[in-house]
Nanobody, 117 residues
Framework: QVQLVESGGGLVQPGGSLRLSCTAS????????MGWYRQGPGKQRELVATITNYGRTNYGDSVKGRFTILRDNAKNTVSLQMNSLKPEDTAVYYC???????????WGQGTQVTVSS
């Protein structure tokens, strides 16, 4: 059974920082591209950041320079360091694991991030 379990969400003031983590089980983690997506109120789900199994990263335009995605293949974890948070970063953040070559994609249950004073 595949599980992606997120943690680290919460309430933070504008300009603050949060670190999200996602721990995967039931997959060969090192073979998967991992990523973070988010869905804000009344918005479609959007890309935040992805990291390939080789460590190549890609970021959504709105988070470039503020967010950093990292993976630890030994611990089956992917993290998202979020700095300089803005109210528009408020969303449910979802962890994703994907193997496009096999047509496989898995999602976590999501963790709420709220940026507000």
């Amino acid at each position: 059974q595949v599980q992606l379990v997120e943690s680290g969400g919460g309430l933070v003031q504008p300009g603050g920082s949060l670190r999200l983590s996602c721990t995967a089980s039931g997959i060969i983690f090192s073979n998967y591209r991992m990523g973070w997506y988010r869905q804000g109120p009344g918005k479609q789900r959007e890309l935040v950041a992805t990291i390939t199994n080789y460590g190549r990263t890609n970021y959504g335009d709105s988070v470039k320079g503020r967010f950093t995605i990292l993976r630890d293949n030994a611990k089956n974890t992917v993290s998202l360091q979020m700095n300089s948070l803005k109210p528009e970063d408020t969303a449910v953040y979802y962890c994703n694991g994907e193997r496009r070559d096999l047509g496989l994609a898995y999602w976590g249950q999501g963790t709420q991030v709220t940026v507000s004073s």
